[in-house]
């Protein structure tokens, strides 16, 4: 399908939404975005798998990234996308899955490439693949693994909902498996046994705030007292604490019990203070908030860039089946960071 670039982002958000792509299956909207960007001249693309890479080389003293992930959570019966007007402001909406999350966003970045061939910094559009599954398949991971020459830059921006209003920072997040092993036995003759799915029900589990069950699993057999339960958990905490601390704090909390850390990532800190970060928050106005969630900015600070949050969705709706994004957010964004990218 091809992707119309002059179109308004709000009609470009509507066309992209309108190609589903959930993770792992964003084949298509990745050769529209490849084929899209290669027709402008001022970029140089490159392809890795489902991540598109596009670049000014314009010889500038400073270098920004636009980030965004072009992949989904399932579709929920919300797709093709939808005009509606907000009931009470008569401001129309765009309603559809990955409308907020983060496809406006995606959109602002295309226009954005397409639309501002000489900007005063040089800018390196980044579009990948599977930021919506388990943290080892995640695109911008694997360029920065594979590719990291590609990710250089002074300050990233990442496109991922938030009201258009900059989010400094992320929480980390860390999954941990822990068991219970209890003794098997017969069901009929429960009381011989002891039920490992019992176990973490007692004393000495303590929930923390931003501590939570996520899974469990456990059983043998319809008449099997199990000796086994495994109780997933997910850990959210503030980026002050690196992961050592995190898996320190998890352990502690399940003392006596047998933890092992399965999946992670660290928190960022804002970095608002310095760089080309300033003339951002200059350039598109308004206070900046602490970020509560894990999002790609920590891959950012791990490769040494600070990055943010910043793009027209609405993060309480990601992922749910109502998921819409407001219209105008969409244009504002694009117009602000427009701004930034062409005034000195
Ligand atoms: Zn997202």
Known sequence: MELDLSADAAALTA??????????????????????????????VHREGNCIVARTDLGRAQRVVLAGHIDTVPVAGNLPSRVQPDPASGEDRLYGCGTSDMKSGVAVQLRLAAGVPEPVRDVTYVFYDCEEIEAERNGLGRLSRKSPELLGGDFAVLMEPSGCEIEGG??????????????RAHSARSWM??????????????????????????????????????????????????????????????DGWDVAIVDFAPGARPGLDQGPAVSFATAVGGAARAKLGWTDVARFAELGIPAVNYGPGISELAHTQDEYVEIPKILACEERMRGWLTSP
């Open 15 to 44: 066309n992209i939404v309108d190609v589903p792509s959930v993770s792992g299956a964003e084949d298509q909207l990745a050769g529209s975005i490849e084929a899209a960007l290669r027709a402008l001249p001022h970029l140089s």
């Open 170 to 183: 992320c929480q980390g997040t860390m999954r941990a498996e822990v068991t219970a092993t209890g003794r």
């Open 193 to 254: 046994g002891r039920n490992a799915i019992h176990e973490p029900a007692v004393d000495g589990l303590r929930y923390h705030e931003g501590l939570n069950a996520v899974g469990i699993t456990g059983g043998v057999a319809g008449n099997v007292i199990p000796d086994r339960c495994v109780v997933t958990v997910n850990y959210r905490f503030a980026p002050d604490r690196d992961v050592a601390a995190a898996e320190q704090h998890v352990r502690d909390v399940f």
